[in-house]
């Protein structure tokens, strides 16, 4: 049974940093795309940021590039998101995800077939 597990989240001033972590377990399939989401209260669920092939491919939302970054730890089976220069609008509820067919990095979230139940990230201004 394949699970993923967010940690890290909690809360920030703007214009401080935060690393959320994703734990994989039970996930033995091949190369795959592996994506953060985020979901803040009345918005849609939006693509943040995203890797492939262990993070030789990655993909980010406009709105994050150059203050986010999507990077592996293979060995662990593990996925971060470093997120510096935080602003208020980053507040959301973060999920990580994998796409077990995809063939690069994307954020399309109704590809995505194993999601984590999420963790909160709070920016104050």
């Known amino acids: 049974q394949v699970q993923l597990a967010e940690s890290g989240g909690g809360s920030a001033q703007a214009g401080g940093s935060l690393r959320l972590s994703c734990t994989v377990s039970g996930y033995t399939s091949g190369v795959s795309a592996w994506a953060w989401f985020r979901q803040a209260p009345g918005k849609e669920r939006e693509g943040v940021a995203s890797?492939?092939?262990?993070?030789?491919?990655?993909a980010y939302a406009d709105s994050v590039k150059g203050r986010f970054t999507i990077f592996p730890d293979n060995l662990k089976n593990m996925m971060y998101l470093q997120m510096n220069n935080l602003k208020p609008e980053d507040t959301a509820v973060y999920y990580c995800?994998?796409?077990?067919?995809?063939?690069?990095?994307?954020?399309?979230?109704?590809?995505?077939?194993?999601w984590g139940q999420g963790t909160q990230v709070t920016v104050s201004s």
């Open positions: 890797m492939y092939g262990g993070g030789t491919d990655r």
């Open positions: 995800a994998i796409d077990e067919i995809a063939s690069y990095a994307h954020l399309v979230a109704s590809d995505f077939n194993y």
